[in-house]
Every structure is written in structure tokens, then in C-alpha cells.
């Protein structure tokens, strides 16, 4: 995996193709957003949104698990003092998703980023507790960016 470039950056790539959800601005304030909420503010992060298959392919090799997934984090250590990070956000799930669930792919797709950045800021999810604060602090972030939270 590739690190941010410098301290306190945002970097954004799409290696899938078709009209896009976010600008990298919009992705650049939610991970500014959620790292802000997550007390990490600064921390470089890289953001890849990828289709449904390479993070299958990525989910199975660093966890073990062929199941899809919406996003992965990777704490990629220290740099420069602080914990850099980089993230892969599956686009396709997001719009399906969004349509199972009929909310907007953009919602959606922002929703992914704001997890994986509260990844990198320490909250988890794998038991109820930890998932109820996840989603609480999921809801803060993007109400503050503009999304309606239920």
C-alpha cells in the first residue's frame, strides 16, 4: 500500500470509471470531518474507490474473509508523528445499496468514507456497544456535512 504523501494530506483516486458520486472535494471534507469528530484531525489519508471485486479481492487477502464489503481502512502506522491511513471504498456497493435501502449514492458513498476514517480514529464495531457509538458518531459526521441522518 502506498502512503499519503505528506502530513496532513487528503489524497483521493478513482479507479473506477462512470460519472462519480463525490468530487474529491466532498470526499476531502468528510475525511477532514470524521477525523475531526475521531480527535485525529490531520492525520494523512488516502482514499481509493474501487469496484465491488477489488475489495472482495483485498478483504480476502488482509482478513480472510471472499465476503463483499463497502470499505476497508489500513492503519499504515506513523509518519510524521502522527497515524496515516488509507482507505478503500467500494462505489458499486454503495449504489446498490442505496437502492436497496432508497437513500442517495452519494449519502451512501460518503457514509463509507466517514466509517473507514472512525476506523482509523480507533472506534469499532464488531460488538453492540462499539456499534452503537460507530453509528453515533457515523450520524454526527454526516449531519454536520449536510446529509440527513435518521
Do not use: N
Request: glycine content about 10%; some cysteine; hydrophobic content about 40%.
Amino acid at each position: 500500500m502506498k502512503r499519503p504523501a505528506e502530513q496532513g494530506s487528503i489524497q483521493v483516486a478513482w479507479t473506477v470509471g462512470g460519472p462519480r458520486l463525490l468530487s474529491d472535494e466532498e470526499v476531502r471534507r468528510a475525511v477532514a470531518a470524521a477525523l475531526q469528530h475521531g480527535r485525529r484531525p490531520g492525520i494523512p489519508v488516502s482514499v481509493v474507490f474501487v469496484a465491488d471485486r477489488e475489495l472482495r479481492r483485498l478483504h480476502a487477502r488482509y482478513l480472510g474473509d471472499p465476503r463483499p464489503t463497502d470499505v476497508m481502512a489500513f492503519d499504515l502506522g506513523r509518519e510524521g508523528g502522527g497515524a496515516a491511513g488509507e482507505l478503500f471504498v467500494s462505489v458499486e456497493r454503495a449504489r446498490k445499496v442505496a437502492r436497496q435501502l432508497e437513500l442517495p449514492p452519494d449519502r451512501e458513498l460518503c457514509l463509507y468514507v466517514v466509517h473507514g476514517c472512525l476506523h482509523l480514529c480507533g472506534l469499532d464495531d464488531h460488538r453492540a456497544a462499539d456499534r452503537e457509538r460507530m453509528r453515533t458518531a457515523e450520524r454526527v459526521v454526516l449531519s454536520r456535512l449536510g446529509y440527513a441522518v435518521a
